[in-house]
């Protein structure tokens, strides 16, 4: 009996490693000839965002973005509805967003700072895409948010900090679809050596795009 459950063990490590083994592709890194965006994931604490170029965003694949045309960088972030609205969420809103499915929000924030001065304190690796990495990328983040039957996004209220608006989103929030969860899933569509299942926190995802990404700032 012992002997069954030591080969179970060994056979879910496996698994389990293997299943964080980071996929190959071809859009990732960039080739000679590959135009190359630069975009950042920034860490927030519990939660991450990702920023990208505004003037490098296709409109056709994210029109959304136009609603902050005027920056020079946009943040966008994921995650459930109420804890993402309030700074000072109780204790219950904690436990449901993570237990209980509830409805999602998309986060975005336009500024015209560079990165590293709009966010001076927390920690920011950049990624440089190909192209057509980064416009996977765009549709991605496109895809998040939801449209009624007439194509229209949902304004939902004044967003976080700085300019920026929370729009109801697509999916459901709950354990494991979390915000750093999503932020994986961008990355991994555009082509970056990322394992979504592997990501939970925002330390774990920060892990894997610290080993290809260029570290702007890690403060711990």
């Not at 609603?67 to 904690?94: L, R």
């Not at 990495?133 to 700085?162: E, W």
């Not at 915000?179 to 979504?196: D, I, M, S």
């Amino acid at each position: 009996m012992y002997k069954k459950i030591i080969k179970i063990i060994s056979i879910l490590v496996m698994l389990i490693l293997s299943g964080c083994t980071a996929p190959k592709t071809n859009l990732f890194p960039p080739g000679e000839n590959d135009k190359i965006v630069s975009v950042y994931l920034i860490n927030h604490g519990r939660h991450t965002g990702l920023i990208v170029p505004v003037k490098s965003i296709p409109t056709n694949i994210w029109p959304e973005a136009e609603d902050f045309g005027h920056h020079q960088y946009i943040e966008a972030g994921w995650g459930d509805e109420d804890f993402f609205k309030d700074p000072n969420h109780s204790f219950w809103v904690t436990v449901k967003a993570v237990l209980l499915p509830t409805d999602s929000t998309i986060h975005i924030v336009g500024f015209n700072k560079p990165v590293k001065e709009y966010f001076p304190e927390i920690n920011i690796t950049k990624i440089d895409l190909s192209e057509k990495g980064f416009n996977n990328l765009c549709k991605f983040v496109s895809d998040t948010y939801f449209h009624d039957k007439n194509n229209k996004t949902h304004f939902i209220a004044p967003g976080r900090y700085g300019n920026s608006k929370f729009y109801k989103a697509n999916g459901k929030y709950y354990f494991p679809e979390m915000c750093n969860l999503w932020a994986a899933r961008a990355l991994e569509v555009a082509g970056c050596p990322v394992t979504p299942t592997c990501v939970i926190t925002s330390k774990e995802i920060m892990s894997q795009v610290n080993e290809f990404g260029t570290i702007i700032r890690k403060n711990d």
